[in-house]
């Protein structure tokens, strides 16, 4: 019996793959699970969330609220536009766009005379208004909370003037100590004190779509991200057929026609393209028919099969490229599986990115997932209905070039790597 321990750990020890199957990739996945979801202090580990800022006050008192909202370490604050030259502070249509588009969850507006109709009396104050896009659920309530917390800080001292003020005109007339008293620095700080936990600014939140226009359908991030996770699987286990062809023999006997490497792994590579395409375009139409992902419009029937083109050709590459770095089918599986998996759980496929820290918002940079997904998001919930056609596809334009480049670099790498194939 100890012998069959001792030639089964040398026969594993000699599988590298198999070897980090068991051991390497549960403890991976655990580590990225637990940094999106927990944090290695047990506490939510959360990524600032950006925040387009408009100011139509431009008084002290927005100013303060501006400064404390800066000081929070859970927002990113951008008050100026992606202009070259001078810095112009964004306007209320900046936002408006910046929301819509996705460049960011939610934006902060301080109304004009923000700061001259600051009281105790909600129903005086001019309401702060947060644009979000329910596309992203944790925005909005973070960010109406986080405006609460900076008023402690900001605007105390307005908020005990404005009392005292109220009682000297419907009530008495105030004692000279008493202004005197009113109009110290510190008055803020005894008025924070005594204030509670109770909210001290007006906040009114504005759903950047219109009343017409369908909320997000959460459908379709998991159509995306688990569509193209299993599409990548689909690609390599269809390129694994190289390998077979090469272990039966089949693929000497092509190269020795004229047909060469290069037209065989095009033919390879353009094949799987199409079973791609085709396996995504099932998974949405299944979502537009039972699950109301909003598929058949002209906009977002034009994007989605633009996208998953490009999507499809990079898997399908990607597929091809592993098939010629594995010697085997079995090796292919294993490593198909490490890289696969790894590249869902960083991507987004698996789970919503806006849950996840900010950095690993540029690790998905660096896999299939994250631009294919990226795309599909740009398609189906930042889409804006009054853009024309040719600015919708422009739109994209990033996405689909990143992926078309990307199966363009995996396709030479593998013709490279297949030259152990070749017949002299």
Known sequence: MITIIQLSWIKLRRDRVALSLSFLLPVIFFSIFAVIL???????????????????????????????????????????????GPQELLTLADAEQMVRSGKVPVAVVFPAEFEASFSFSMEAQKAVTVLFDAADPVAKPMVSGLLQAAAFKAAPDFMMRSGMEAMALYCCELTEP????????????????????????????????SEQEEPPNLATYYAAGIGVMFLLFSMVGAGGSLLEEDEAGTLERILLTRVGMTQVLLGKWLFYALQGFAQLSIMFIWGWLVFDVDLMTTHHLLGFVIVTA?????????GVLLATIAKTRDQLGGLSTVVVLVMSALGGSMIPRFVMPAFMELTSKFTLNGWAIDGFLKIFWYDDPAQGLLQFVSGITLEVSVLCLSALVFLVLARRLAEKWQVA
């Open 310 to 318: 490009a999507t499809a050709m990079a898997a399908s590459g990607f």
């Open 178 to 209: 008493q202004k005197a008293w009113m109009n110290r620095d510190d008055v803020g700080q005894a008025a924070s004190a005594s204030m509670g936990d109770s909210g001290l600014v007006k906040v009114e939140t504005t759903d950047i779509r």
């Open 38 to 84: 927990g944090g290695r202090s047990g506490g939510p580990s959360t990524r600032p969330i950006p925040v387009a800022l408009v100011d139509l006050d431009q008084s002290e008192l927005s100013v303060r609220f501006i400064d404390q909202l800066q000081l929070q370490d859970g927002l990113k604050l951008k008050l100026y536009k992606e202009t070259e």
